[in-house]
């Protein structure tokens, strides 16, 4: 462990009621214990963090915002990266200065400050000039100010200083204070009558880069500015969908010309179809994109390293019987877990399966999820057993029935602003209907039950339409492979793309919406496993 006080910090976040720590990054504050609790031996973070990555796509509860606030705190996780880890193309050490811009609240302010009249459609160039106007400009005022408290008193930041408040109106400095904030701006304000030079002449806004440039060349130094907090859209209305256009536009382009400085935006997987249809030219702008998945090991592994971290902050004795494990192996990650967790426990069908495998398949592969379901099942086998030997198979079967309405809940709302009648339409079709079924079997419940609820809750929504939308919400699943013990059966909840259904198709309703909606099961009472799942053991080989 580290010395007492980043243990006595850790306890701060890691509590025996959050075993596991915080499961929202953002909720973090101090970047050392951040760094303790951020997982680095996975595939996302060793092959998303390219430097030619300009967007990050991932579903609600999918890390995003972890992963790009590991930026922030890259000093405290070089202690814990093996080098060989770190590919060439990485950019894992390549930022000193690390800005955050753009919440939600924010981008809410900017959409109305740039569309201007709403009425009006303005050229998307102009609005693409809008943004980047009020992205350079709060990142010279952040890192002017930043290196005038760091005592970095130079000739370029008082070029930021003079640019930022030559020609400033009231409408400018409006804009500014809505954007930065009032106390920046006011900071900003008094330094600048500090630093006031008579001599500069006016600067364009390619001359203000140029400086900021030059300045973090000299100093050897990278910036990046973070755009995150942006999970709800008002995806469909005309001018939301030109200025996100624009914004993805200026990030493409801004990125390509300036290696020294770059913006990094993170964007829910949920809408990415709307922000495909929203960007000017998709193909083009959306060239440096990356999603961002898991697989069921790599869940395993990140809820096993904040696990450790717990038992050695408050079961020391029991945390030295893991101390020579190496969880960034899989079989060490699978022993770590087997100390805990029964062999085998009962599902609701009356067939064994091994503990891991039944908690996994109740999730769609999200660290959030998979966090908030482990974590009662620690709490809960604590207050019946006193301790943290062993998990009862009690609390994991109760941990999964009482965690399923709130899951399925998290990715109803995560799709809210694409599909608002969604919950409304799926309880009528999938109430008392089989887990395993056909699509003409879900053809003839949709005339029977939901197309009398979508004339009244959404006009022109029909079959091919809740087909979509089932099957990107990764409510249903495509195929049948029966095995002697599940249905197996592939969600496209990890796809950009999903696949389109219809005549001929065999279909399977996710573990996660079948108690949520009141289905029957189904006649051979197997249970339904996603692909991704079925298949990994958990048990040692014997």
């Known amino acids: 462990m ?108 900017l959409q109305r400050l740039v569309m201007r009249e709403a009425a009006s459609i303005r050229p998307i160039e102009a609005i693409v000039d809008d943004w980047e106007s009020l992205v350079t400009d709060y990142f010279f ?64 806004r390619e001359d203000a880069l ?57 964007l829910p997987s949920e809408i990415f179809p709307e922000v495909r249809h929203a960007s000017v030219n998709a193909l083009k702008d959306l060239g440096n994109v990356e999603q961002l998945s898991w697989s069921a090991t790599e869940l395993a592994q990140i809820a096993a390293h904040r696990f450790r971290i717990f038992l050695e902050l408050y079961e020391p004795d029991l ?23 029964p062999p085998l426990l009962r599902n609701r069908y009356e067939s064994d399966e091994e503990p891991m495998t039944y908690i996994l398949r109740h999730t769609q592969l999200l660290p959030r999820q998979f966090l908030m379901i482990l974590k009662k099942i620690i709490n809960s086998s604590h207050s019946s057993t006193g301790g943290y030997i062993r998990f009862e198979k009690e609390s994991i079967t109760e941990a999964i029935e009482s965690m399923e309405p709130l899951i399925a809940g998290e990715i109803l709302k995560a799709y809210e602003h694409v599909y608002p009648a969604a919950e409304k339409l799926c309880k009528p079709v999938f109430a008392n209907f089989p887990t395993v079924f056909s699509y003409d079997e879900l053809e003839t419940r949709w005339r029977r039950k939901g197309r009398p609820v979508a004339r009244l809750l959404a006009p022109g929504f029909d079959m091919p339409e809740f087909g979509e939308m089932v099957i990107r919400m990764g409510i249903v699943g495509v195929g049948q492979d029966e095995t002697d013990r599940y249905y197996s059966s592939h969600f496209s909840y990890d796809s950009l793309s999903p696949v389109n259904i219809g005549e001929g198709h065999e279909l399977c309703l996710h573990p996660i919406f079948s108690r949520h909606f009141t289905a029957r099961g189904n006649a051979k009472r197997k249970a339904i496993i996603p692909r991704g799942i079925a298949g990994i053991r958990w048990q040692r080989d014997t």
């Open 319 to 341: 945390a030295m019987r893991f101390a020579d494990l190496d969880l960034d192996k899989r079989g060490d990650v699978r022993d770590f877990w087997l100390h805990f967790f």
């Open 141 to 204: 005022a952040r890192l002017a100010h930043d290196e005038v408290e760091a005592g970095r008193h130079t000739d370029a930041v008082k070029q930021l200083y003079h640019y930022l408040h030559q020609h400033e109106d009231d409408h400018r400095r409006q804009v500014r204070e809505m954007v930065w904030g009032i106390p920046l701006r006011e900071r900003i304000a008094s330094l600048f009558h500090i630093h006031r030079q008579h001599s500069i002449s006016t600067m364009n």
């Open 2 to 109: 580290p010395d007492t006080s980043i243990a006595e910090r850790l306890r701060s976040y890691v509590t025996p009621s959050e075993p596991l720590g915080p499961s929202d990054a953002a909720q973090i504050a101090d970047l050392e214990v951040a760094a303790k609790l951020f997982d680095i031996h996975n595939k996302s973070f060793n092959t998303l963090l390219r430097r030619d990555l300009s967007v990050l796509i991932g579903r609600r509860g999918s890390g995003k915002t972890a992963l790009l606030n590991s930026y922030k705190y890259r000093p405290f996780l070089d202690r814990e990266t093996k080098q060989a880890k770190i590919g060439t193309t990485s950019d894992f050490r390549s930022y000193d200065v690390v800005i955050d811009i753009l919440t939600y609240k924010q981008f809410d302010r």
């Open 210 to 266: 140029g400086v900021a440039v030059a300045h973090l060349s000299e100093t050897k130094r990278r910036a990046l500015l973070i755009c995150d907090s942006m999970d709800e859209y008002n995806v469909g209305d005309q001018a939301f969908d030109r200025i996100l256009g624009a914004l993805i536009r200026f990030i493409s382009h801004f990125n390509s010309r300036h290696e020294r400085v770059h913006i990094k935006l993170g």
